[in-house]
């Protein structure tokens, strides 16, 4: 599951169609994602899973969550 607490600190701009961006939307409000950004990291983190980069986290997923790359701290000395 993506680390809650992981900054952002890079931004993504892409150019799409307005077909791609209704479909977007559509899902959007479908799935209840909180905005266009979230539900673009929840696409993007299931086709990388999908691809076998990484899992994806179970049910019980809040707003916060949908982040991408779950950047967990080092715990050796």
Request: no cysteine; charged share 30%.
């Amino acid at each position: 599951m993506p680390d809650s607490g992981s900054k952002r600190l890079e931004r993504l701009q892409v150019m799409i169609s307005e077909e791609e961006l209704k479909a977007l939307d559509d899902w959007r409000f479908k799935s209840h994602m909180p905005s266009r950004a979230a539900a673009v990291r929840e696409l993007l983190k299931r086709g990388l899973a999908a691809e076998g980069y990484f899992s994806i986290a179970g049910d019980g997923s809040s707003s916060r969550d949908f982040g991408v790359i779950s950047s967990k701290p080092d715990k050796s000395p």
